[in-house]
C-alpha cells in the first residue's frame, strides 16, 4: 500500500521514497506525493533520481487494481526494488492544476446553490479546463454572473481544508457528492473531504490551493450545448 502524501499536503515538492515494486515500465513506491490521474485531473510528471544519480522521468502517474504506478522513462528493471530514491514534481505544471481544480469547485458549488444544477463531467489540464452541467441554459447573462461570483471568491481569501470521513456518514450528506454519478468506488471505507470555507464542501481526490486568492484570475473562455440541459463551460486561469 502506497502512503499518499499529496492527499494531506498539496505543496510537497520533493520528497524521498523506496521502490517496494517493479511493474513492466513502471514502479511502486512506499510513498508518493505525485498524484495520479483520475477525476478529471491530469496526472503529475516529474523526475525519480536513484543513489547513483541515474534519472527516470516520470511519464505519468495511474491508479489501477489498488496500485500507485508510476510510469518511468526509461523503463526500469527489476535491479530497482529496494532502491531508495528522491523525487521531484514538475511544479509548474502541479500548481496550474492546483489553481484550477479549486476553481472548479468553486463553479460547482455556485451552480448547485444558484441554479439547482450537479456537474455531469469536467477535465482539467494546465493551461484550460472544462465542466459540464445539467441547466437549462448557459447564455451571455448567467457565464457573466459565474465570472463575477468567481472574482469574489477569489478575492474575499477562503481558506481550503481536508479532513477525513467514514463513508457510511459520508454518504448521509447528499451535498458531499456534487457529481451526477456517485464516483467513489465501494471500496473506499474512509472519504476525504475538501472544503472551501463559506464555499463548499464536497468529497475529493485531488489536489488544491490552500486559499482562493491563490487562483488568480478566472477567465471563462466560452460555452457549449452538449444536448438537452446539458452544457459545458471552458475556462482558464490568469
Same mark, same amino acid.
Not at 463575477?148 to 459520508?170: L, N, P, Q, T, W
Given at each position: 500500500?502506497?502512503?499518499?502524501?499529496?492527499? /494531506?499536503?498539496?505543496?510537497?515538492?520533493?520528497?524521498?521514497?523506496?521502490?517496494?515494486?517493479?511493474?513492466? !515500465?513502471?514502479?511502486?513506491?512506499?510513498? /508518493?506525493?505525485?498524484?495520479?490521474?483520475?477525476?478529471?485531473?491530469?496526472?503529475?510528471t516529474g523526475v525519480l533520481t536513484t543513489s547513483q544519480s541515474q534519472n527516470y522521468n516520470v511519464k505519468e502517474v495511474i491508479f489501477s487494481k489498488g496500485k500507485v504506478l508510476h510510469l518511468?522513462?526509461?523503463?526500469?528493471?527489476?535491479?530497482?526494488?529496494?532502491?531508495?530514491?528522491?523525487?521531484?514534481?514538475?511544479?509548474?505544471?502541479?500548481?496550474?492544476?492546483?489553481?484550477?481544480? /479549486?476553481?472548479?469547485?468553486?463553479?460547482?458549488?455556485?451552480?448547485?446553490?444558484?441554479?439547482?444544477?450537479?456537474?455531469?463531467?469536467?477535465?482539467?489540464?494546465?493551461?484550460?479546463?472544462?465542466?459540464?452541467?445539467?441547466?437549462?441554459?448557459?447564455?451571455?447573462?448567467?457565464?457573466?454572473?459565474?465570472?463575477?461570483?468567481?472574482?469574489?471568491?477569489?478575492?474575499?481569501?477562503? !481558506?481550503?481544508?481536508?479532513?477525513?470521513?467514514?463513508?457510511?456518514?459520508?454518504?448521509?450528506?447528499? !451535498?458531499?457528492?456534487?457529481?451526477?454519478?456517485?464516483?467513489?468506488?465501494?471500496?473506499?471505507?474512509?472519504?476525504?473531504?475538501?472544503?472551501?470555507? !463559506?464555499?463548499?464542501?464536497?468529497?475529493?481526490?485531488?489536489?488544491?490551493?490552500?486559499? /482562493?486568492?491563490?487562483?488568480?484570475?478566472?477567465?471563462?473562455?466560452?460555452?457549449?450545448?452538449?444536448?438537452?440541459?446539458?452544457?459545458?463551460?471552458?475556462?482558464?486561469?490568469?
Amino acid at each position: 500500500m502506497t502512503e499518499l502524501l499529496f492527499q /494531506t499536503d498539496s505543496y510537497i515538492k520533493e520528497f524521498e521514497a523506496e521502490i517496494i515494486a517493479v511493474e513492466e !515500465d513502471a514502479v511502486i513506491l512506499d510513498k /508518493t506525493a505525485f498524484s495520479y490521474r483520475g477525476g478529471g485531473l491530469q496526472s503529475d510528471t516529474g523526475v525519480l533520481t536513484t543513489s547513483q544519480s541515474q534519472n527516470y522521468n516520470v511519464k505519468e502517474v495511474i491508479f489501477s487494481k489498488g496500485k500507485v504506478l508510476h510510469l518511468l522513462l526509461p523503463p526500469p528493471s527489476s535491479s530497482l526494488l529496494g532502491e531508495k530514491v528522491k523525487c521531484k514534481i514538475d511544479w509548474e505544471n502541479r500548481y496550474s492544476q492546483m489553481k484550477m481544480h /479549486t476553481a472548479l469547485h468553486s463553479i460547482s458549488s455556485l451552480l448547485y446553490k444558484k441554479y439547482n444544477s450537479v456537474v455531469t463531467g469536467g477535465n482539467i489540464t494546465p493551461e484550460k479546463s472544462r465542466v459540464d452541467f445539467e441547466i437549462d441554459h448557459l447564455r451571455q447573462d448567467r457565464v457573466q454572473e459565474i465570472e463575477e461570483e468567481m472574482k469574489r471568491i477569489i478575492e474575499e481569501g477562503y !481558506d481550503v481544508s481536508i479532513s477525513f470521513m467514514e463513508r457510511e456518514e459520508a454518504l448521509k450528506d447528499p !451535498d458531499l457528492i456534487r457529481t451526477k454519478v456517485n464516483l467513489i468506488p465501494e471500496s473506499v471505507k474512509i472519504i476525504r473531504i475538501v472544503e472551501i470555507k !463559506d464555499v463548499d464542501k464536497q468529497a475529493d481526490g485531488g489536489v488544491h490551493v490552500a486559499n /482562493t486568492k491563490e487562483i488568480g484570475v478566472f477567465k471563462p473562455l466560452k460555452s457549449e450545448n452538449r444536448g438537452k440541459n446539458n452544457k459545458r463551460l471552458y475556462f482558464t486561469i490568469e
